[in-house]
């Protein structure tokens, strides 16, 4: 199957992409038990009902089957059903596990109990129920703001090359 080698191409550049990004980000000290399970508790009310966040990256994994080769919609949505939700869901756990070390560097307990708090709330609990119709009104609006500055961008990244005299040639204008 061709698209098996662009899965594995799309899943390294999305670990190298992830991986680079987390090696930007600061580092802290190991977080101790009390604030890893608050860490926990705050990042499992935070996803809500797994099923559900599960079932809404559905259609987006379609999307990312037919992108990667899988151009039929029913095949893409076989391989999403058979293959990727039930892989996602099996170690679902161990997703929530990173997320909330990473919280508990960033976040003390106090806070992560307050976050806990809240989302047992109905506000919370509404709150995290739109998570995915949020993610993807935040990702659409960072598409268009990205497009709008984008020609802008571009002449001053121009400007800039030109500015050092980095050229075609790889030269540099020596300051």
Known sequence: MRFLPALLGLCLVATSTCTAMA?????ATTPDSTTLKAARD?????QGDRTAVLNAMAGPMVGMMQQIGV???DKAQVLVREVVLPT?????????DIQARGFAT????????????????PAGKRLAAAQPQLAQVQLQGMQQWMQAMTPDMQAKLVAAIKAHGWGPSGQTKQH
């Open 88 to 96: 996602l869901t099996a170690h679902y756990d161990e997703l929530l």
């Open 23 to 27: 090696q930007a980000a600061p580092t």
């Open 71 to 73: 151009k039929e919609p």
């Open 42 to 46: 705050a990042v499992a009310a935070m």
């Open 106 to 121: 960033v976040l003390g307990k106090d806070d992560l109990q307050a976050m806990a708090a809240f989302y047992a709330t």
